[in-house]
């Protein structure tokens, strides 16, 4: 099974990317200078891993960089990658494995920097489960979402674990529904990112939840970073250097201020978490930036080794048909200095 949904109908697409693309209109700030109006579409309604680009905004960094930002809310990776590379919006921030499989179908768009380079994918569960390793699941119910690329590398995480698929029971919720199971006790755990939910149903829950990550436990690989369409790339280059630039920045200095870069997003959403898990979900966002390789560098580079180790993972994984070389869905070209 491959992600079929993203081969859903065109007509879809405005809808997933909001307000849709700039088309190339300018602003003028209130010192005068000339902005590119921008369209940057997240993975999903405005959560604490958003943060730095609230605070960008705020902190007038895209502004400096030329950039007049406008943020979308999202519906799922998938759909951002899918109105990206339709044009629908300017940018996107999405997680790797849907754009691999996006690019794997045709669609023209390339990441121009992940950013969440150790993956956040992991099983969560309140504490008092009394889940302390990938064996502790063997004959629990869990929670996941079909399709999604979570289910898909789940079994890739039990082998490296030494247990099978038929180990789990696997019950297919939507986002919300994963979250009310675990809370109701309907399942043990779920399949999600520990800087979403985790947090979250700790809050309702009133009680301590854990995690088996996936990346303490053998199996990394790229998670969300900015993206943009092929056309973009071409026609859009000074656009593009100053759109990565900027995110870099952004995330620098909401890293340095992590109360200011939560206290940014105020007001983005009806759906927002609450201050204390906004500022739970940021700080674990901010753990997640780099890799042994790439530690000590600006966020948003990325190395190629990692990319290859990401892209054999979903191969693996059958998420691909294929693995292609890194430069089939990445560009270098356009990584932050610094």
Known sequence: MRFRTLTAAVALLALAAGCGSSGGEKTTSSEGKQLDKVTLTLNWYPYGEHAPFYYGKAQKIYEKHG???????????QKTIQATAAGQNDFGWADTPALLAGVGTGMKVKSVGVFLQTTPSAVQFFSDKNIKSPADLKGKTIASTAGDALSKTFPAFLKVNGLQASDVKLQNLDAAGKMAAVLSSQTDALLGFATDQGPT??????????????ADFGLNFYSNGLLTSVKNL???KDLVTRMVAATSEAWTAAGANESGAVDAMKGASEQLPSPTV?????????KLLHTPATEGKAPGVNDEGDWRKTIQVFADAGVIDKA??????WDVSFAPKG
């Open 67 to 77: 950039i007049d930002l406008t943020i979308n809310a999202g519906q799922g990776s």
């Open 201 to 214: 149903i700790q809050e309702k829950g009133k009680k301590p939840v854990s995690y088996l990550k996936f």
């Open 234 to 236: 071409s026609e859009k």
């Open 278 to 286: 906004l500022k739970e979900q940021f700080s674990a966002t901010l």
């Open 324 to 329: 292609q070389e890194p430069s089939a869905y």
